[in-house]
């Protein structure tokens, strides 16, 4: 059957992200350093994009690197660290001066306040925060009672962000997003994070064609229904590593997290990295070939990936 | 500090002897894996560990590339995700987890958030993970740090992960499942809980310290108990296993 009459929605990055007006709520995919959508990322700090506030479940270069480029006002996930290299030091030097506020989330009411959306709800009943500080922050945290039990629940407001961006594998041009079979697993929370925005923008690795899609659609982990918007982006996780495709880049992460040390070393890491580069695939001429296949080809990649 | 182990090997030691065999346990990388392995090696084979990635029970043909990279374990009995390792604690399924932390109080409460005040802190930290959802979720759990007053304080200044919250009885007036610290393994010494308090009562002194240590690190009051014991030093095989099996490279100790 031909596809004529489904809105096609393959765009370049830059005209996803134009959309995106400044006071946004912005919802990122990813875990800690595993998957985050980088591209999209670098391409909100080129345009500009201020007063946005940032959602996620567990994050880090992603939101440090918002948060050190000036466009973020409020932080609302259950954690933002750089993994085994050390804290976020933008987001650090933000918080501790007042430029940033923070909504804090252990990492199950992170998940549930995009559930809750993407069930249809407009909250979800939660144990983890009871008796803490998480409660006494967060507004988006509120005590009930059971009305069948009695049991005491934390109430986790759903969030409806304005954008989500997210990166994956595969999508053809109508927005059926798709995950490899060897993957990680460790993204589940980005198809909730997918059904609770309003617009919702995905960068994948490779655009495939809607008869692929339809030879493996257990790989569709988010059908163009929920999708706004796709760009081809390969690498467009790096640093971050993206499944069975690429490892980390743990030398570009270091000097990340190097130039992370001071606002001064982290402005000329930006010029560098982001302002003075065009697009993405200058930002990975930039990088250059060798960087990006060291991480392509790392052993832990090839032999560590969950085969279904 | 006695010769023959390092900090980190006795505090490697002292928290493999929280799992009993049988148990499954949420591991952390780091310190808590190497312990977990150590207590799989020693006296506890039937030990499930539960990685945060979704790997269930791995049984690695070498645990020193398992240590390396935890992603690279075969023959593991399930491999999920993330999400579904939450669901393991949501449902009550895990008996022990591991937490660092940078304060801790009397009770075993806990801040990975901010130090100071929420909204201007003078040292924000990265937040919770799934830290506060181990604390609160997992049947027990012991918190493993390096003692100093900076640490070890009379009152958290956030409270991200609940220990005892304020005594007894208390996590269950809040509505939590899970039983909460059962021990606080350091680099001087290894805490229990009172019962009837639920306050940190010294267990033993590790080799080479004094109770004077101990009370120095501390900001909050420690109470000689009567028949406070010398933690059991690392036995040779225990080292053994540690340095030549599970992390020859050194990554971690």
């Keep these: ?308 | 500090m006695t010769a023959g182990f390092s900090k980190d090997e006795i505090m490697a030691v002292a928290t493999s002897r929280y799992i009993t065999d049988g148990d499954t346990v949420f591991i952390g990388t780091g310190l808590p894996m190497l312990a977990a392995y150590l207590a799989k090696a020693t006296h506890a084979p039937n030990a499930a560990l539960m990685f945060e990635s979704g790997v269930l029970d791995p049984r690695p043909r070498s645990i020193a590339k398992a240590v390396g990279d935890p992603r690279l374990v075969s023959t593991a009995r399930r491999v999920s995700g993330m999400l579904d390792s939450l669901l393991m604690l949501h449902g009550g399924r895990v008996d022990l987890g591991v937490l660092g932390c940078a304060q801790v109080d009397r009770f075993g409460n806990i801040n990975t958030t901010a130090i100071g005040s929420y909204q201007k802190p003078s040292t924000r930290l990265p937040g919770s993970g799934g830290a506060n959802d181990i604390a609160s979720l997992a049947r027990h759990h012991v918190v493993v740090t390096r003692h100093n007053r900076r640490t070890f304080v009379d009152k958290v200044d956030y409270l991200t992960s609940p220990g005892h919250l304020t005594g007894p009885g208390a996590r269950a007036r809040a509505g939590l499942p899970g039983g909460g610290p059962v021990g606080v393994v350091t680099d001087l010494c290894v805490f229990g809980f009172d019962p009837r308090t639920c306050e940190m009562v010294l267990e033993s002194l590790h080799p080479g310290v004094s109770l004077d240590d101990v009370r120095a690190a501390t900001g909050f009051e420690v109470i000689e108990p009567p028949g406070l014991g010398e933690t059991v030093a690392p036995t040779a095989t225990e080292l053994d296993i540690l340095r030549n099996k599970i992390d020859p490279e050194g990554v971690y100790l």
Aim: proline share 4%; hydrophobic share 40%.
């Design chain 1, 1 to 308: 059957m031909p596809s004529t009459g489904i809105p096609e929605r393959l765009v370049s990055v830059e005209e996803a992200i134009a959309a995106i007006p400044d006071g946004a709520s912005v919802a990122i995919g990813g875990h800690t350093l595993r998957r985050h959508p980088m591209a999209l990322v670098r391409e909100i700090i080129r345009q500009g994009k201020r007063g946005l506030h940032l959602l996620g479940w567990n994050n880090g270069i992603d939101m440090d690197m918002l948060v050190g480029a000036g466009c973020a006002r409020v932080v609302e996930t259950s954690y933002v660290g750089m993994g085994a290299l050390g804290l976020a030091r933008n987001m650090r030097r933000a918080v501790e001066s007042g430029q940033v506020e923070t909504v804090d989330h252990s990492e199950t009411t992170a998940i549930d306040m995009f559930r809750a959306t993407a069930l249809g709800v407009d909250f979800l009943p939660n144990r983890t925060p009871l008796g803490t500080d998480l409660m006494t922050y967060n507004d988006g945290l509120v005590e009930i009672t059971s009305p069948f039990t009695g049991q005491t629940y934390a109430a986790v407001r759903g969030v409806q962000p304005d954008f989500a961006i997210l990166h994956a594998h595969t999508a053809d041009v109508h927005g059926n997003v798709q995950l490899d079979e060897a993957n990680w697993y460790d993204n589940s929370v980005d198809s909730f994070i997918g059904r609770a925005a309003t617009h919702v923008i995905v960068s994948v690795e490779q655009i495939v064609s809607t008869d692929y899609v339809r030879s493996h659609p257990r790989q569709t982990y988010l059908p163009r229904e929920y999708v706004t918007a796709v760009v081809h982006a390969p690498f467009g996780a790096h640093p971050c590593c993206c499944d069975a495709r690429y490892g980390y880049d743990q030398a570009e992460l270091r000097a990340y997290y190097e130039a992370s040390k001071s606002a001064e070393t982290f402005d000329a890491y930006l010029t560098d990295r982001v302002r003075s580069v065009r697009d993405h695939w200058e930002y990975l001429d930039k990088v250059g070939v060798a960087g990006l296949l060291t991480a392509a080809t790392r052993p832990s990649v090839t032999q560590g990936a969950v085969q279904a």
